[in-house]
Every structure is written in structure tokens, then in C-alpha cells.
């Protein structure tokens, strides 16, 4: 599973009926590059699915120095920690190129849970698999670091 895009797994076990009327529901975002799609600390606003270019996700340390997380690339899935948790976003996502991006907002999502409570629990399901991937993936990252110490 871990060679599997996180659009595709977003996506996984849902009908075509379904995949549609989700998608219907999104918006797509173009982004310059330069631009931040969020910031660290702003409200949650949904889930985001990169389509194309890249987002560099970006930290401050205590002194104000911007880190660089990492950068993604098309097919990656992000913000699903906020719009479920309705935490302040954990970083800041800034366009490395021109992007575009679809977002499903937290509205569509508890509607969704209201009134496809199917489509709502394979959803949330796939959006786990998703969280749950990173973890491991940020497990053994970890461990590698501790390691060449």
C-alpha cells in the first residue's frame, strides 16, 4: 500500500455515483507559486488534494527561521488533521510552483455524515488509511534519525 498515491486511496471503494457527487462538492484553487494555500495556525477549512505543481510545508523555530518539512507533489492528500480535528493547522503549505489544488471543506464533510452516512464512513475510513500511512512513514523517519546519532 505504500507505493499507492494518497489521491487513490482517498478515493478507494467509493462508486462512481459517489466519486461524483464528492467531487462535485469540491473546489479547485489555482495557486501562484509564492502563494500559501494556509498557514501555521489558521482555522481548518477541509481536506486538500494536490493535482498539480508542488507545496512546500514549512515550520518556524523559536527563533523565527522557517524550516522546510518537505515538499509534495501531485496525489498527496493534506489539512485531513484539521478538518477533522478542527485544530489550528500543524504548518504552513506554500505554493513551490504554480499549483492546483480541490478542496473538500468541513461543511460538505458533516453533511456528508448527516445525510451518506455510507459514503461518509468510507470516506473518513480512507482519510484514516491516509493518516495512518503518514504515522508510519514519520515512525521509521524518526527511527532512521535516532539512529545515525
Same mark, same amino acid.
Request: aromatic fraction near 8%.
Given at each position: 500500500? #505504500?507505493?499507492?498515491?494518497?489521491?487513490?486511496?482517498?478515493?478507494?471503494?467509493?462508486?462512481?455515483?459517489e466519486?461524483?457527487?464528492i467531487?462535485?462538492?469540491?473546489?479547485?484553487?489555482?495557486?501562484?507559486?509564492?502563494?500559501?494555500?494556509?498557514?501555521? #495556525?489558521?482555522?481548518?477549512?477541509g481536506?486538500?488534494?494536490?493535482?498539480?505543481?508542488?507545496?512546500? @510545508?514549512?515550520?518556524?523555530?523559536?527563533?523565527?527561521?522557517?524550516?522546510?518539512?518537505?515538499?509534495?507533489?501531485?496525489?498527496?492528500?493534506? #489539512?485531513?488533521?484539521?478538518?477533522?480535528?478542527?485544530?489550528?493547522?500543524?504548518?504552513?503549505?506554500?505554493?513551490k510552483?504554480?499549483?492546483?489544488?480541490?478542496q473538500?471543506?468541513?461543511?460538505?464533510?458533516?453533511?456528508? @455524515?448527516?445525510y451518506?452516512?455510507?459514503?461518509?464512513?468510507?470516506?473518513?475510513?480512507? @482519510?484514516l488509511?491516509i493518516?495512518?500511512?503518514?504515522?508510519?512513514?514519520?515512525?521509521?523517519?524518526?527511527?532512521?534519525?535516532?539512529?545515525?546519532?
Open positions: 500500500m #505504500g507505493s499507492r498515491k494518497q489521491d487513490e486511496i482517498l478515493w478507494a471503494h467509493l462508486t462512481r455515483d466519486l461524483h457527487y467531487r462535485q462538492s469540491g473546489y479547485y484553487h489555482d495557486l501562484s507559486s509564492g502563494t500559501f494555500l494556509f498557514q501555521k #495556525g489558521d482555522l481548518a477549512d481536506i486538500y488534494v494536490l493535482v498539480s505543481g508542488e507545496l512546500d @510545508i514549512l515550520d518556524v523555530d523559536p527563533q523565527g527561521k522557517k524550516i522546510h518539512l518537505t515538499t509534495l507533489t501531485p496525489g498527496t492528500v493534506l #489539512g485531513e488533521i484539521g478538518a477533522l480535528t478542527r485544530w489550528p493547522r500543524t504548518a504552513s503549505a506554500l505554493a510552483t504554480d499549483c492546483i489544488v480541490f473538500i471543506n468541513e461543511k460538505f464533510i458533516k453533511g456528508l @455524515i448527516n451518506r452516512p455510507g459514503v461518509a464512513t468510507q470516506f473518513l475510513c480512507n @482519510i488509511t493518516m495512518a500511512t503518514t504515522i508510519v512513514r514519520l515512525t521509521d523517519d524518526v527511527s532512521h534519525l535516532k539512529s545515525s546519532k
